[in-house]
């Protein structure tokens, strides 16, 4: 069993803890007021890029790379925004939509990043494909979340 990946970081200089017991790597800062970011995606080159990339912009960004983590983390916190992967094992990225929705746990904005197209879901704000324009994604955070 692969064990989920979550880190959580801002532009504040981080403190760092580890969990070995359950697979998560946890850093924190003590800027909470800057928005919160959750991505979602099972590659974890990929969230180490969205975490450096975003990492010097004012945001709390949290990584799971297992969306089922990312609906149990869901459940006591709320986040700005969400930015998904569509295809992942275990649930996609409409699924992992889908699921919150029903859950009826906090929903801004849902991004959802695909190399596919994908019809249009209710809940979902934004469909970005692959490769990731960040400079696009960047500034429709800013106009959005």
């Given at each position: 069993?692969q064990?989920?990946?979550?880190?959580?970081?801002?532009?504040?200089?981080?403190?760092?803890?580890?969990?070995?017991?359950?697979?998560?790597?946890?850093?924190?800062?003590?800027?909470?007021?800057?928005?919160?970011?959750?991505?979602?995606?099972?590659?974890?080159?990929?969230?180490?890029?969205?975490?450096?990339?975003?990492?010097?912009?004012?945001?709390?960004?949290?990584?799971?790379?297992?969306?089922?983590?990312?609906?149990?983390?869901?459940?006591?916190?709320?986040?700005?925004?969400?930015?998904s992967?569509?295809?992942?094992?275990?649930?996609?990225?409409?699924g992992?939509?889908?699921?919150?929705?029903?859950?009826?746990?906090?929903l801004?904005?849902?991004?959802?990043v695909?190399?596919?197209?994908?019809?249009?879901?209710?809940?979902?704000?934004?469909?970005?494909?692959?490769?990731?324009?960040?400079?696009?994604?960047?500034?429709?955070?800013?106009?959005?979340?």
């Amino acid at each position: 069993m692969q064990a989920s990946l979550l880190f959580v970081t801002s532009r504040s200089i981080p403190t760092y803890q580890a969990s070995s017991s359950n697979g998560r790597i946890v850093l924190t800062s003590e800027n909470e007021k800057n928005k919160r970011i959750l991505f979602v995606d099972d590659d974890l080159s990929i969230l180490e890029l969205y975490e450096a990339i975003f990492a010097r912009l004012p945001y709390e960004i949290i990584c799971h790379s297992d969306p089922l983590e990312a609906v149990r983390f869901l459940k006591n916190e709320k986040v700005d925004v969400i930015i998904s992967d569509f295809s992942m094992p275990k649930l996609n990225g409409l699924g992992l939509l889908e699921t919150i929705r029903k859950k009826k746990y906090h929903l801004g904005c849902f991004i959802l990043v695909s190399g596919k197209i994908v019809d249009p879901a209710e809940g979902l704000t934004e469909i970005f494909s692959k490769p990731i324009p960040f400079t696009k994604l960047i500034n429709f955070i800013k106009e959005n979340a």
